[in-house]
C-alpha cells in the first residue's frame, strides 16, 4: 500500500523527505512537490503521512484487501499532543480515534547527556545497560516487585 | 499604453478561462462540492457560508494562512502585496495621468517604487534562498525550469520597470532598451497564464474555500475530525493521560525546518 501524493495540496516543504526511512520521498525537480521515488519499496510506515502539514500524502490500498470505497486517514496534531485516525469501511461503517502522542510539552523530556557524568571503568565493564533501570536488577536484593519499586499499575496504555 | 494595458487585462482574461476549461479545474470545483453536499453530515447554511467565505478572504487569502513556513509566508506577502500595489498605481498612471498635462500626485510613484521593491525583495528572497530545491535539496539557484515561468517574469517585469524608471528619471542611456526589454518581460508575465502559475491567485482561494466547507460540513475529505479543544472528547479514556497537559504542546518535529540530507 505505497504512499502517494495529492499534488494540489503539496506545498514542497519537505518534511515527508526528512521523516522517510526508505529515503523514497523526494521532492520532483520540475514541479518542486513532493512524490514517492519508488513505490514498491514503500513498507506503510505512515510516517510521511504523519508528518505532511498540508495532509497532502495518502496511501493506496491494494485492491484485493483494502477494496474501492474504504479510507484510512490520519491526523497528527502536534499542537493538541493528539493523533486522530479515520477508517471508513466500504459500507459506510465508521471508525474514530484519538490518541495522545505525548504527555509532555514537545522537547521538555529530552535527556541532557552531556550534563551526565561519563560512565565509570566498573560501569564499563559491566554487564548492564547504561541507565538500565535500578529495579530489574535481580542481584541486587531481594525480589522486586511494583510496591518495592513504588510503583502503579495503570489501566490502559501507559506511555 | 493604455491600449496595452487592455490587451494585457484581455490575455489574463482569457488565459484564465482557457486554463479554467483545458483544466476542467472549475468543473471538478463544483462537481467535488455537489459530491460533499451529498457526503457531508450536516449541512452549511447560508450564514456559515458566508462565515467561511470571510475567513477564506481574511485567513488565506489576505494573510496568506495555508503557508506553514515563516519565511515563505513573509516572502509571498511582501510578493502579493507588492504586486498589488505595483499593479494599480501603474494602472493609475496609465489612466488617470497619462499626460504631462496630468500631473501624477507625488504619492502614486512613490507607492508604486514601494510596491515594486516590496516584490523585488520577496520574489528574491524566495528565488536564491527559500525555495525547496535551493534551500533543502542543495540545487543551483540558476537551475530554470517552466515551473518557474511565472516568478521569473514577474521578477524580470519589475526589475527591468524599476531599473527603466531609475534611468529616464536620470536621463541616462539605454532607457529605450530597458523599456523594450520591460514590455517584453511584462507581456510573458500576463500572455503566458495558461503556462505559467499566474492562475494560482484564483484557483488557490476556491480550493482553500473548498476545504473550509469540507470541514465545515464534516466530511473533510475523509480526514478525522476528532479534536482534543471538544469537551466530549477529553473525557474520552485515551485522553485521560492529557487530562493535565496544556493545550498548546508546542511543535513536534515542525521545531526544526526540513533540511533533507
Avoid at chain 1, 513532493?34 to 505532511?52: D, F, G, L, Q, R
Avoid at chain 2, 520577496?122 to 525547496?132: E, L, N, Q, S
Avoid at chain 2, 531599473?163 to 523599456?179: C, E, H, S, T
Wanted: positive net charge; proline residues 5%.
Amino acid at each position: 500500500m505505497p504512499t502517494f501524493v495529492y499534488m494540489t495540496r503539496c506545498d514542497g516543504c519537505g518534511h515527508c523527505v526528512d521523516i522517510c526511512p526508505s529515503d523514497i520521498m523526494h521532492i520532483d525537480k520540475t514541479y518542486r512537490r513532493a512524490y514517492n521515488i519508488e513505490p514498491n519499496m514503500c513498507w506503510e510506515c505512515y510516517s510521511c503521512v504523519k508528518a505532511c502539514p498540508q495532509n497532502a500524502i495518502d496511501v493506496r490500498g491494494y485492491a484485493d484487501f483494502a477494496p474501492l470505497g474504504h479510507s484510512v486517514r490520519v491526523q497528527r496534531d502536534e499542537q493538541k499532543g493528539t493523533i486522530a485516525w479515520k477508517i471508513k469501511f466500504r459500507n459506510g461503517t465508521e471508525k474514530n480515534f484519538l490518541s495522545p502522542i505525548t504527555t509532555k510539552p514537545w522537547g521538555t523530556a529530552i535527556p541532557k547527556l552531556a550534563e551526565v557524568a561519563g560512565p565509570t571503568q566498573e560501569m564499563r565493564d559491566s554487564e548492564l545497560l547504561y541507565s538500565e533501570p535500578k529495579f530489574i536488577r535481580m542481584d541486587d536484593g531481594g525480589l522486586h516487585t511494583l510496591k518495592s519499586n513504588r510503583l502503579k499499575m495503570k489501566k490502559g496504555v501507559a506511555y | 499604453m493604455q491600449g496595452y494595458v487592455a490587451i494585457m487585462v484581455l490575455l489574463v482574461v482569457a488565459g484564465t478561462l482557457f486554463d479554467v476549461i483545458h483544466k476542467g479545474s472549475a468543473r471538478y470545483f463544483f462537481d467535488n462540492w455537489r459530491k460533499s453536499k451529498t457526503k457531508g453530515a450536516k449541512e452549511v447554511g447560508g450564514g456559515e457560508l458566508v462565515s467561511i467565505a470571510v475567513q477564506t478572504a481574511v485567513v488565506d487569502v489576505l494573510a496568506s494562512g495555508e503557508f506553514c513556513n515563516a519565511r515563505r509566508r513573509l516572502a509571498h506577502l511582501l510578493t502579493m502585496y507588492g504586486f498589488i500595489i505595483y499593479l494599480v498605481t501603474t494602472v493609475m498612471m496609465v489612466f488617470c495621468y497619462p499626460t504631462a498635462a496630468t500631473p501624477t500626485p507625488e504619492l502614486v510613484p512613490q507607492l508604486w517604487w514601494l510596491g515594486g521593491l516590496m516584490v523585488c525583495l520577496g520574489g528574491y528572497w524566495f528565488w536564491f534562498f527559500i525555495r525547496v530545491d535551493v534551500a533543502a535539496e542543495g540545487g543551483s539557484p540558476f537551475r530554470v525550469m517552466r515551473a518557474d515561468l511565472f516568478i521569473l517574469s514577474l521578477l524580470a517585469s519589475v526589475t527591468l520597470g524599476l531599473i527603466w524608471a531609475f534611468l529616464q528619471a536620470k536621463g541616462g542611456a539605454g532607457a529605450r532598451v530597458l523599456f523594450g526589454l520591460y514590455i517584453v518581460a511584462t507581456t510573458v508575465l500576463f500572455g503566458a497564464v495558461p503556462w505559467s502559475k499566474f492562475a494560482h491567485m484564483f484557483f488557490k482561494p476556491a480550493a482553500a474555500f473548498e476545504k473550509r466547507i469540507t470541514k465545515a460540513d464534516g466530511t473533510a475529505e475523509n480526514l478525522p475530525t476528532l479534536s482534543r479543544d471538544d469537551p466530549e472528547q477529553q473525557k474520552r479514556h485515551s485522553m485521560e493521560l492529557l487530562r493535565d497537559a496544556p493545550m498548546d504542546m508546542g511543535l513536534g518535529i515542525k521545531r526544526e525546518a526540513p533540511r533533507h540530507y
